[in-house]
């Protein structure tokens, strides 16, 4: 009878453990300057960005050397999406969907060009070229000054005239409504 | 379209308009056996003068990995893609030519937004890092010595079946319309076991997923859902990934939308909030009536469609039909599908063929005898949670048309007195400016 009580004592510990035998913990620690080489995301309160800086005028010409092929010129859209210009109300009949009628956040502009931009090769533009890409894209659609510097700073601070367009379905809206 | 022939000596009554026959008439009925008569054998060149070729000689060797019949290279993958970058596209897969559940490797849909990268395994890795206690590294060797799961699943594009939004119906073949869906078993490592090796910090609320093809491509997941039932998926129906579906390594998100199961998966940064990623605020968001847009998402909504009969097939001859189709849901199980040969007047429960899981294709068949009448075939779902598809007008309603994405509306197939097929609308839906969207609503 003892026997038993004992044997059951001594089980008790991996039961009350929960979860049975655990996962081979094979993961191989990275330091913190490893996951800073492989961190890309920039987040939408500007997390993430690279030290540079960028101006419309510069952009124009990478632009129009780099990326009107696929959005046209003035980024009106092409093969590539429409990046500007059309008319802001997104209650239209055909409602134009481009960055400063619909996109939410400037940083994505950002984020989306230095990974994935131009698509013929990616990863090719500097970080001070992608700033200056970027502020070429929000001058044209009138949310930055052409001769504006734009840096981390400026970018995250930046508000999207379609910030508020947006319905959370399946995540928290509280998500979505950080700090700007 | 091959026409199926019973031999029957009764007449089995219609159960809904249109010649819908009760979804049990073949599993009943017996069949029927001829009597071996008593004759003298038949002789070596009456045999041989029966026999096709192909029995008259040896049969080709073996094969270190098997091939479609030749007679079958038509069932393919539709490819439509960017002149300027070809690796941005997608490939639908041919529901309409195939049957069961399960779509074949070869065949299953395709999505890259910049091409298939040719990742060495041995050098690939994938990287937890953010808001854990540990940041973690695991190469495939490491990978693949977890304890794994498997499960069966479909993965549907968010913008599947976007052609329902125009206001004409498009004329092509039902996969090429609605096949942005397949089916797989699924095999991999849970996401868990990585996540809890790695230690979440309080405030993780998210997963940012990246990919490691030419588009970097990020999405961001509720961490709920990664720790619930999200795979690292190394094996597609028994085999390795195929490189078109995230060789060596992908995401899993089961009933969530195609997007969010990240190829060539080669980082996971845990985050509180999501990275509001160009695929997850531009794209696979949903623009309202009334200005605003559907964001997040994630769960694909009760679907189905007849796969046979359906658009750009022919009914050579009157007689009886198998009417045959494919339904599945996001939130779980299919418990009904529910068939129509009268554009919706009368409807007629179609038997379920198992297994009905959860997320996971669901084949459906009811017998059908067509008199050479016009007729709109449609099909209706329900999921275990009650949640219905709605008809196209309802959807609209809803929704208006410049959603894109999330599709889901009754599929209507029209058949003419001659027996040609073709895509209709049945709802009366006022017609706005003509839809112009393209297939592909991408850069």
Redesign the interface.
Known sequence: MYNYIIIFVLFLPIFAYGEGPSAPALGHELSPEQVRSLDTIIGPSGSGLPPGAGNAAVGAALFNRRCQSCHGRAGRGGQGGELAGGHPDLTRASPDQNVGTYWPYATTVFDFVRRAMPMDAPWSLTDDEVYAVTAYILHLNGLLDATAELNAQVLGRLRMPNRGGFIGIEADPQLLRHQR | MTRKSIISESNPRPVAGNGLLDRRLFLTSAAAFASASALPGTSHAEVRAALEAWQKVPGLPFSNYGRVSPHERQVIRWIVA????PG?GISWSPLHELDGTITPNGLHYERH??GIPEIDPAAHKV????AVR??????LA?LL???RHSTLCFIECGGNSNAGWRSNPVQVAAGYFHGLVSCSEWTGVPLR??L???GLESGA??L?A?GAD???M?VSI?LDKALDDCLLALFQNGERLRPEQGYPVRLLVPGWEGVLNVKWLK?M?I?S??????NE??KY?E?L???????????MQPKSLITSPSAEMHLEATGFYEISGLAWSGYGRITRVEISADGGLSWAEAALNEPMLPRCFTRFRIPWHWRGQKAVLQSRATDETGRVQPARAALIAERGR?GYYHYNAIVSWAVASDGRVRHTYVDAVPV??EF?GLFIN??
């Not at chain 2, 960017?82 to 970058?85: E, S, Y």
């Not at chain 2, 990287?127 to 953010?130: I, K, M, N, P």
């Not at chain 2, 909030?273 to 160009?278: F, H, V």
Request: without cysteine; aromatic residues 12%; proline residues 6%.
């Open positions: 960017n002149d300027l970058v941005n937004h910049n990287r937890v890092f953010g540990r940041a973690l590294e695991f190469d490491a010595r977890y304890p076991y990585l809890k090796e790695a609320r998210w940012i990246e030419a588009f970097s990020t509720p980082s940064k985050s909030e999501p990275a509001m990623a160009r605020t531009s968001t623009l009536p009334d200005g605003r847009a559907r964001m997040f998402t994630f769960t410049h706005e400016t112009d991408d850069d």
